[in-house]
C-alpha cells in the first residue's frame, strides 16, 4: 500500500430504529389531500396568498441545524411561504411521530425517510410521488446520481427525492496508522490488508481494538456482493434471504472471525462504551459507518482521521445510504410542499447540506464542488465517497424490510459474540431464513 498525501489540519473546538415500520402504518386512515385541477398531487390555489408547511426531520442538534438553514434559506427566497422544522431526537420517535401523525390526519406536509423504510409508508398510501411535481419545477433527474434515485423509484415513479448518495466506507484513526506504520490504502486494498491491518492496529501498546463492523445485513452485504454473493435469492424478486448460502456464508464467517480473533471489542466493552465513542477515544482503529458519522468524528478534539474505500474481496462494492424528501399525501397544499422540496434538492440547498459535513450530495454538480470537496477540513479525502458510487447498490425496497433487518441483526448479533461451532452458526442461519420468509411476502 502507497501512502496518500495529508494536508495539514487544525483541531476544531444504533440501533438505530427497532420499529417494524410496517405494522406502525398497517392501523392508519389515510385522507389523501390536495389534488386540485391543475395538475395531479398540486392543489388549484397554489397561487393564493400565503403558506405555511411543517418538515420533519429526525437527528441531534447539529443535523436539525443544517436543516433549519435550508428552511431558513428558502423562506428567505420565498417569503410568502413559511416552512417550520420537526426535530425529533431518533429515527424510531421520527416514524413513531410519523404513524400518531398520519393517523391523527395532521401529517407533516415533508418529511425524511431513508430508502430501506419508504416502501411501507408507499404501500398505506401515506405519499404523493414527486417526479411530476418536480419535473414542472425544472428538476431534472439526469442531474442526480442514478443509485439513490432507482432507490426511491417505486411503481415506476419516483417517490421521494433523494438528497443524498452516502456509501460506506472504512472511518481510519491517522494516527494509530501512523504509529503502526501502515500507509493509508489509495485504491485496491484487499480483505487481507485489511484484516493484515486491523492485527497490526490490535498490536499496539495500550487498549487498541483494530477494527469494528456491526452485526448487520447491511455490513454483510457490500462485502458478500464484492465476492459476487447476494443476500437474497434474487435482487429483482426476493423472496428469502441467503446469507446461509455457501458463498455469503462464507462472508458471515469472515466478518465474524474479526470477533472471534480479538481484533473487535467485545460485546460488554460496546455495552460500557459505543463504537463511536471508542474511536474518538483513540481505543478503536477502524469503523465502517456512511457520511453521517463524520460531523461526530469533527468534535473529537484528539482525533485526526480519514476515510478509506472498502476493502474488496473480488469487485468493488458499497451498499447504497440515502435519505428523501418525502410529500404526504395529506399534505393541503402539494404545490407549496413541492416547491420546498426543488429548493432544498437543488444547488443552494444542497450546498447548505453539504457544508454541514454529514450528507454527499445527490446533485453531481455540488458533489464535485468546494461544498463537498474540501480538504481543509477531515476527511481529506472526501472523494472516497464519490469514487465508491459506481460499485453501489442498494438494498430490496420492499413493505416487510425493515423487519428483516431488525431480524437480521438479532442472529447476526449472536453469530457474532455467542456462536461457538460451524454446527451452531448453521441453526441461526436457518432459523433465520425461516423466520423472514413471510416478511418478503408482505409487499
Known sequence: ???????????????????????????????????????????????????????????????????????????????????????????????????????????????????????????????????????????????????????????????????????????????????????????????????????????????????????????????????????????????RLTLDDEDTRDVVDLLASLQADGLMPTEEELAAKDADTRFMDGELAMTLSSRKSVPLFREAPTLDFDVLPLPVLGEAATILHSDAYCLSSQAEDASAAADFIAFAVGPQGQSIAA??????????????????????VEPAHSEVFLEAIDGMRATPVLAGWPQIEDLAEEYLTRIWYDATDPAEVDELLAELDERTRPLFEED
Open 1 to 239: 500500500m502507497t501512502p496518500r498525501p495529508r494536508p495539514a489540519r487544525s483541531h476544531r473546538s444504533v440501533r438505530p430504529v427497532g420499529l417494524a415500520v410496517l405494522g406502525l402504518l398497517a392501523p392508519l386512515t389515510l385522507a389523501a389531500c390536495g389534488a386540485g385541477d391543475t395538475a395531479p398531487g398540486e392543489t388549484s390555489d397554489d397561487a393564493a396568498g400565503t403558506a405555511s408547511l411543517t418538515f420533519q426531520v429526525a437527528g441531534d442538534p447539529e443535523e436539525t441545524a443544517v436543516y433549519e438553514a435550508i428552511a431558513t434559506a428558502y423562506n428567505d427566497t420565498e417569503p410568502a411561504t413559511t416552512v417550520d422544522i420537526v426535530a425529533v431526537p431518533s429515527k424510531g420517535d421520527h416514524l413513531a411521530l410519523l404513524q400518531t401523525s398520519f393517523a391523527a390526519g395532521d401529517a407533516p406536509e415533508v418529511f425524511l425517510l431513508n430508502y430501506r423504510e419508504y416502501a411501507p409508508f408507499v404501500r398505506r398510501g401515506a405519499l404523493t410521488p414527486v417526479q411530476g411535481l418536480l419535473e414542472r419545477r425544472d428538476v431534472d433527474l439526469v442531474d442526480y446520481y442514478e443509485p439513490p434515485v432507482d432507490a426511491f423509484t417505486l411503481d415506476g415513479e419516483l417517490q421521494c427525492m433523494p438528497q443524498n448518495v452516502s456509501s460506506l466506507v472504512v472511518y481510519a484513526n491517522t494516527a494509530l496508522f501512523e504509529e503502526a506504520g501502515i500507509d493509508l490504502p489509495t485504491e485496491g486494498w484487499d480483505v487481507e490488508d485489511f484484516v493484515a491491518a486491523a492485527e497490526a492496529l490490535a498490536d499496539l501498546d495500550g487498549d487498541v481494538d483494530g477494527v469494528y463492523v456491526e452485526p448487520s445485513v447491511i455490513r454483510v452485504a457490500p462485502f458478500a456482493w464484492s465476492d459476487g454473493a447476494e443476500i437474497t435469492d434474487d435482487p429483482e424478486e426476493p423472496s
Open 355 to 376: 457544508l454541514g459535513g454529514r450528507t454527499v450530495p445527490s446533485l453531481i454538480s455540488v458533489a464535485e464542488s468546494g461544498a463537498f470537496l474540501n480538504d481543509t
